[in-house]
């Protein structure tokens, strides 16, 4: 049986991908528009949830603990994922990749330290002691 792959140039292969790609994300935003629930009279400076105007206005700064709290939670789990891989090919990698993952969890053990006693992970800032 012959390679069913076809010859073709690296840089004909990206074009045709990218084309692709913006066709493909093109064509979401048409259907979407298309599909949407119209709303009349809307007004843009309104946030719009489950069709409940809000009770009053946002005032002053918003404090946000909890997107600092996802955001290093991403992350983490990204190394998590990494370390994943690393499990999948241990008998592979030998004592070099076991030294190397422990050296990995290591830099993140101290990158977790450091982040708690900054303060980072606390809900409220309160007196530091």
Do not use: C
């Not at 073709?8 to 935003?29: E, K």
């Not at 007004?43 to 290093?72: C, K, M, S, T, W």
């Not at 190397?100 to 330290?113: N, P, R, S």
């Not at 900054?118 to 409220?124: F, N, P, Q």
Request: glycine letters at 10%.
């Amino acid at each position: 049986m012959g390679d069913l792959t076809l010859p073709i140039n690296s840089g004909a292969a990206l074009a045709i991908h990218v084309a692709l790609s913006a066709g493909i994300v093109a064509a979401i935003i048409v259907v979407a528009a298309w599909l949407r629930e119209k709303r009349s009279g809307a007004r843009p400076d309104v946030p719009y949830e489950g069709g409940v105007l809000p009770a009053e206005p946002q005032q002053g700064p918003l404090n946000a603990p909890y997107f600092l709290i996802a955001a290093l939670f991403v992350i983490f789990d990204m190394e998590a994922a990494i370390l994943f891989a690393w499990a999948v090919a241990a008998r592979d990698a030998g004592w070099l990749g076991l030294i190397e993952a422990a050296v990995f969890i290591g830099v993140l053990l101290l990158a977790l330290v450091y982040l708690w006693l900054d303060g980072a992970l606390d809900w409220v800032k309160g007196k530091r002691r």
